[in-house]
Nanobody, 123 residues
Framework: VHVVESGGGLVQAGGSLRLSCAAS????????MGWFRQAPGKQRELVAA?????????KYADSVKGRFTISRDNAKSAVYLQMNSLKPEDTANYYC????????????????WGQGTQVTVSS
């Protein structure tokens, strides 16, 4: 399974960005996908995750609730992260992950990871 992110960039505080993630190759057993981020000197953390079985099953970090929305397009084997009201503390490298678990993991228990896309929010 190959996972590729896109859509990062530089934005001013209060602005919006939309990240995209496409999975390909042997994706039939992929049940969950998620977005994680890692800022310099910090541990990687969950941003949002979604079930590919039930799009209603989503999980968010408390820090992004009400500002970020994760969504899926099963036909395209893609997930998206709409990020609104961005803050400088959202600056990080954002990674997409795909996995077999039916439980929508909030930790690193995903089998496949993308290379990441940088999001920088200026104050």
């Amino acid at each position: 399974v190959h996972v590729v992110e896109s859509g990062g960039g530089l934005v001013q505080a209060g602005g919006s960005l939309r990240l995209s993630c496409a999975a390909s190759g042997g994706i039939f057993s992929i049940n969950s996908m998620g977005w994680f981020r890692q800022a310099p000197g910090k541990q990687r953390e969950l941003v949002a995750a979604i079930s590919l079985i039930s799009g209603d099953s989503t999980k968010y970090a408390d820090s992004v609730k009400g500002r970020f929305t994760i969504s899926r397009d099963n036909a395209k084997s893609a997930v998206y992260l709409q990020m609104n009201s961005l803050k400088p503390e959202d600056t990080a490298n954002y990674y997409c992950a795909a996995g077999y678990s039916l439980l929508v993991p909030t930790d690193d228990h995903y089998e496949y990871w993308g290379q990441g896309t940088q999001v920088t929010v200026s104050s």
